[in-house]
């Protein structure tokens, strides 16, 4: 009926050594999954509306469908 | 390698009792004996007696009062347990204990009890909401209504609402119809 001996100490620092490089790598992952799974396709498309955007074309297109309150359509 | 005195117990074995013994916290009191019909007080100043999963070793035995019998069978367990039979070590067990562990974690039909109840309530519920949607609701906004809804969603599209990814970039605006 002789057990041994139980570990007494260190116990939260071998948790923290086994869990925290763990924790980190992972946030990391995240991040680093996040930014070219959202921001960089956002950021495209983004620049790819702009690229061929006239703002002129798309104000008139606004003013004809009567949207604007100090400019009304041609006609009127 | 004897096994403990509350391990025994607590494998399981089929104590020949009633099944509809009932263990409950309150002893026997020799300083407190009512018998009035508001209920039985219990001096919480004292070491009480419980069955709890999470705490196995109450602050007292269960059976205060020990029989001429039983107080006999406490000496004996003084002495070496491997003289005592298996009848005698079940005797002191619930002595000292009300429940075994397996009589504390027995199924019981409360969750049908719980589950009954939540589906009357929720019932109950309904019937209030619905009188209170005779009743009580004031009359429905005319925004949601078909018309204005459509004439809504053009408004939207004619303002070129998040024209990037969002609302307005699903629209078509050449063709007049979801891309």
């Known amino acids: 009926m002789s057990l041994p001996k139980p570990v007494m100490r260190g116990l939260l620092g071998k948790r923290l050594r086994f869990h925290l490089p763990i924790a980190f790598s992972l946030s990391l992952l995240a991040a680093i999954a996040f930014k070219y799974a959202v921001t960089e396709p956002r950021k495209q498309a983004y620049a790819d509306f702009y690229k061929q955007y006239d703002a002129v074309k798309e104000f008139n297109a606004m003013r004809e469908a009567g949207i604007f309150e100090s400019v009304r359509p041609s006609g009127e | 390698m004897q096994p403990t005195l509350v391990h025994t117990a607590a494998l399981g074995l089929n104590w020949p009792r009633t099944s509809r013994r009932r263990c409950c916290a309150i002893t026997d009191r020799q300083l407190l004996r009512t018998h009035e019909c508001d209920g039985i007080t219990v001096d919480m100043s004292q070491p009480m007696y419980w069955d709890r999963l999470d705490t196995p070793l109450p602050d007292k035995a269960y059976k205060d009062v020990l029989t001429a019998g039983d107080k006999s069978l406490k000496e004996k367990e003084k002495g070496p347990w491997n003289q005592l039979t298996k009848e005698e070590k079940i005797a002191l067990y619930r002595l000292m204990f009300c429940q075994t562990y397996p009589?504390?974690?027995?199924?019981?039909?409360?969750?049908?009890?719980?589950?009954?109840?939540?589906?009357?309530?929720?019932?109950?519920?309904?019937?209030?909401?619905?009188?209170?949607?005779?009743?009580?609701?004031?009359?429905?906004?005319?925004?949601?209504?078909?018309?204005?809804?459509?004439?809504?969603?053009?408004?939207?599209?004619?303002?070129?609402?998040?024209?990037?990814?969002?609302?307005?970039?699903?629209?078509?605006?050449?063709k007049g119809q979801w891309k």
């Open chain 2, 103 to 174: 009589e504390m974690k027995k199924r019981t039909d409360e969750w049908k009890t719980v589950v009954g109840g939540i589906f009357i309530f929720l019932g109950f519920t309904g019937l209030v909401v619905w009188w209170q949607r005779i009743y009580v609701y004031p009359q429905r906004p005319r925004t949601l209504e078909e018309e204005w809804q459509a004439k809504q969603l053009k408004r939207m599209l004619d303002m070129r609402v998040s024209p990037i990814e969002g609302f307005s970039a699903k629209w078509d605006y050449e």
